[in-house]
Antibody
């Protein structure tokens, strides 16, 4: 059974870059698509983007200008970088495995607060 | 963007009862619809995909139906572990989620 775990700083200053790592166990990042999804406090879940080790990445149009998702197959990890953050980027960030459009495995999420 | 609207926002139900949750899409998503269960502090759990197919290991008391713009998730005979927040998600055009329905103990 595949398991995912998010890690990274819980506090980021405004205008800086949010960086998170998703470590995958029980499965390989060299298969499927791997996504980042976030949920700001009291708001809806929002898909950020996905990566496929062979097919590249795709991002939500609303975040495309600030997001980069990458993968390291040797470490079985994938990564999120979100530039120029503001308080609106405060959220719990989830990594998830996508299968034909739905997400069959998720991490528990990492809370990231943007504050000076 | 396809907007997903769930109703009601909160549902108070007694254990053992059945319940039906609704999800509406702003345009047709065919059967490209999934349901998730989310307990606080835990990873969201896939329940249903393809509008009506139960994911691996999901009990038969969970069932999904619908197509186009109207979808339902039915839970028969609620167990204590079923009290959680439920989300629908469309994957017809990109991916968008509903705002969730919180199932609470009456």
């Amino acid at each position: 059974q595949v398991q995912l775990r998010e890690s990274g700083p819980g506090l980021v200053k405004p205008s800086e870059t949010l960086s998170l790592t998703c470590t995958v166990s029980g499965g390989s990042v060299s298969t499927n698509y791997w996504s980042w999804i976030r949920q700001p406090p009291g708001k809806d879940l929002e898909w950020i983007g996905y990566i496929h080790y062979r097919g590249g990445a795709n991002y939500s149009p609303s975040l495309k200008s600030r997001v980069t998702i990458s993968v390291d197959t040797s470490k079985n990890q994938f990564f999120l970088r979100l530039r120029s953050v503001t308080a609106a980027d405060t959220a719990r960030y989830y990594c998830a495995r996508e299968v034909f459009g739905y997400f069959d495995s998720w991490g528990q999420g990492a809370l990231v607060t943007v504050s000076s | 963007e396809i907007v997903m609207t769930q109703s009601p926002a909160t549902l108070s139900v007694s254990p053992g009862e059945g319940v039906t949750l609704s999800c509406r899409a702003s345009q047709s998503v065919s059967t490209n619809l999934a349901w998730y269960q989310h307990q606080p502090g835990q990873a969201p759990r896939l329940l249903i995909y393809g509008a009506s197919t139960r994911a691996t290991g999901i009990p038969a008391r969970f069932s999904g139906s619908g197509s186009g713009t109207e979808f339902t998730l039915t839970i028969s005979s609620l167990q204590s572990e079923d009290f959680a927040v439920y989300y629908c998600q469309q994957y017809d055009i990109w991916y968008t989620f509903g705002q969730g329905t919180k199932l609470e103990i009456k």
